[in-house]
């Protein structure tokens, strides 16, 4: 029997890393159908509740999808906590479940503030302006910003990246600069750069 033998034109380094990329990519591939059943069940109690006994089941659902690796369910979940369907509000456990949605790869997890910005508009100069518009000025609230920074603190990227225009808006470009890096480092890829 002819033994083969193969020639690689890679360093035996660059080969193991390209290998150790491959596994990881089909290991998060392989973590991202997982909790799928979890978030169905989840979804069919949150379309059919009506009390909060079956908002807590649909929660209790998503929750275990989200600890599967399932982002959707971490946003679910999230997204149930923050308005308190079926527990108290808990924004904090709510940041932390978004913040790991973005992390499992839901891009609009990314980018959720989760109401850093209470109202949808902001008054600025006497005129009403889409909050969504970017098209702010020196005259964003204090403590809008202050709420905003809160939650990036508390790891929420999309936070941070509203903390971030705002912070811009009034002039604060160093913070900005910080706030879009941290935004960056917890996952907004939009941000980088």
Same mark, same amino acid.
């Given at each position: 029997?002819?033994?083969?033998?193969?020639?690689?034109?890679? /360093?035996?380094?660059?080969?193991?890393?390209?290998? *150790? =990329?491959?596994?990881?990519?089909?290991?998060?591939?392989?973590?991202?159908?997982?909790?799928?059943?979890?978030?169905?069940?989840g979804e069919r109690a949150a379309k059919?509740?009506?009390?909060?006994? +079956?908002?807590?089941?649909?929660?209790?659902? &998503?929750?275990?999808?989200? +600890? /599967?690796?399932?982002?959707?369910? %971490?946003?679910?979940?999230? *997204?149930?906590?923050?308005?308190?369907?079926?527990?108290?509000? #808990?924004?904090?456990?709510?940041?932390?479940?978004?913040?790991?949605?973005?992390?499992?790869?839901? !891009?609009?997890? %990314? =980018?959720? +503030?989760? !109401?850093?910005?209470?109202?949808? *508009?902001?008054?600025? @100069? !006497?005129?009403?302006?889409?909050?969504?518009?970017?098209?702010?000025?020196? /005259? @964003?609230?204090?403590?809008?910003?202050?709420?905003?920074?809160?939650? %990036?603190?508390?790891g929420l990227p999309g936070a941070c990246? =509203?903390?971030?225009?705002?912070?811009?808006?009034?002039?604060? #470009?160093?913070?900005?600069?910080?706030? &879009?890096?941290? /935004? %960056?480092?917890?996952?907004?890829? !939009? #941000?980088?750069?």
């Open positions: 029997m002819k033994q083969c033998s193969y020639r690689f034109t890679k /360093s035996a380094a660059a080969h193991k890393a390209e290998v *150790e =990329t491959h596994e990881q990519a089909s290991k998060k591939a392989a973590e991202g159908s997982k909790g799928v059943d979890e978030l169905a069940a059919s509740a009506r009390d909060s006994r +079956d908002q807590a089941e649909a929660l209790r659902h &998503f929750a275990a999808s989200c +600890d /599967s690796g399932n982002a959707e369910g %971490c946003a679910r979940a999230a *997204e149930f906590s923050a308005n308190g369907w079926g527990t108290k509000p #808990d924004i904090g456990r709510a940041i932390r479940l978004t913040a790991k949605a973005c992390k499992l790869g839901r !891009g609009l997890s %990314c =980018t959720d +503030d989760l !109401g850093c910005v209470e109202r949808r *508009e902001v008054a600025i @100069v !006497g005129k009403k302006v889409s909050r969504n518009s970017m098209r702010v000025t020196k /005259s @964003v609230g204090v403590e809008t910003i202050k709420k905003c920074e809160r939650h %990036c603190a508390s990246h =509203t903390a971030g225009n705002y912070q811009s808006a009034a002039g604060r #470009d160093a913070e900005a600069k910080r706030s &879009f890096g941290r /935004s %960056c480092k917890l996952g907004n890829k !939009g #941000d980088c750069g």
